[in-house]
């Protein structure tokens, strides 16, 4: 079971958007729809920001969004803000019943 | 207000045992399996396993099934990681959080306990 690949890290600037890929398998990413991401700042548990590829919880904003396309999901940060700097993962529900997480990817705003 | 909370710090030994809990509160802790995962310092998330606290089903992660044991007392909601003989490579930050799983259509983690930090160092 290997973790998901996402970029190292990634940058923006502030009013900008961008995104952040990460990539799987048919055994897990490709095989469903249940793809989640989570923003972690330093020192700071994960915080749920997008789940099921591509639905927002109740209270994270509107400029983060979620897709899918084959292996691949994607989170997309609109107007980027500064508090938006943080680490980012993607997780997915994969074969055996189990979960796996991307590698993270460190978001800096410039 | 639904939150998980962890016990504290540990520092061990190499060879001594450890059980570190997780309390859930404000929601029907049998409804949600409780999922544990670590992050080594300075490192990403690493997916452990989950409980089903309904029947104490349990699934792990390949990489770290035989080396940890997640269990636990749904009488008094906490959730359980456990070691029998810890090594150096197990010091890092371990976080449990309510998962809830795609039987019921939808995924998610949320929310997380703060994190208990285990240092295993002789």
């Known amino acids: 079971q290997s973790a998901l690949t996402q970029p190292a890290s990634v940058s923006g600037s502030p009013g900008q958007s961008i995104t952040i890929s990460c990539t799987g398998t048919?055994?897990?990413?490709?095989?469903?729809?249940?793809v989640s991401w989570y923003q972690q700042h330093p020192g700071k548990a994960p915080k749920f920001m997008i789940y099921?590829?591509?639905k927002r919880p109740s209270g994270v904003s509107d400029r983060f969004s979620g897709s899918k396309s084959g292996n691949t999901a994607s989170l997309t940060i609109s107007g980027l803000q500064g508090d938006d700097e943080a680490d980012y993962y993607c997780?997915?529900?994969?074969?055996?019943?189990?979960?796996?997480f991307g590698g993270g990817t460190k978001l800096t705003v410039l | 207000e639904v939150q998980l909370v962890q016990s504290g710090a540990e520092v061990k030994k190499p060879g001594e045992s450890l059980r570190i809990s997780c309390k859930g509160s404000?929601?029907?802790?049998?409804?949600?399996?409780i999922t544990w995962v670590r992050q080594m310092p300075g490192k990403g998330l690493e997916w452990m396993g989950r409980?089903?606290?309904?029947?104490?089903?349990?699934t792990y992660s390949p990489s770290f099934q035989g080396h940890v044991t997640i269990s636990v007392d749904k009488s008094i909601t906490t959730a359980y990681l456990q070691w029998s003989s810890l090594e150096a490579s197990d010091s890092g930050l371990y976080f449990c959080?309510?998962?809830?799983?795609?039987?019921?259509?939808?995924?998610?983690?949320?929310?997380w306990g703060q994190g208990t930090l285990v240092t295993v160092s002789s």
């Open positions: 997780c997915s529900y994969a074969i055996g019943s189990t979960w796996v």
């Open positions: 409980i089903d606290p309904s029947d104490s089903s349990t």
């Open positions: 959080a309510r998962l809830f799983g795609p039987q019921y259509g939808s995924n998610w983690i949320d929310p």
């Open positions: 099921d590829v591509n």
């Open positions: 404000g929601y029907g802790f049998t409804n949600y399996l």
């Open positions: 048919s055994s897990d990413v490709g095989g469903h729809d249940f």
